[in-house]
């Protein structure tokens, strides 16, 4: 996401560490980026990773909005086999961001 975006709005940071192996992960990662895109509120996602740690963080217009994306049956489904197959932990924290600047050379 290149753009700074206009304040308020929420940010969904969900950092994590993988198990080895991809097992179909690189795969759902585009598919869940795909579906979030097209979700009613979703403004934008950022995402990095190293060998040790993951941090996306994905932007939204509303509380609902996160919650229906939470709630969303194919977003359920990966966040189980992240459960079971992808992920030794991952933390997500919802932030509302009150304040945005950005600098570019």
Known sequence: MS?????PYYAVIFTSQR???D???GKMAETMEELAS???GFLGIESVRDTQLGITVSYWN????IEKWKNHAV???AQQRGKEEWYKNYKVRVCKVER???FEK
Do not use: C, F, N, R
């Open 3 to 7: 753009e700074t975006l206009q304040p």
């Open 19 to 21: 198990t080895e192996g």
């Open 23 to 25: 097992k179909g992960y």
């Open 38 to 40: 097209t979700q009613p």
């Open 62 to 65: 509303s509380l609902e909005a």
């Open 75 to 77: 977003h359920i489904i």
């Open 100 to 102: 945005a600047y950005s």
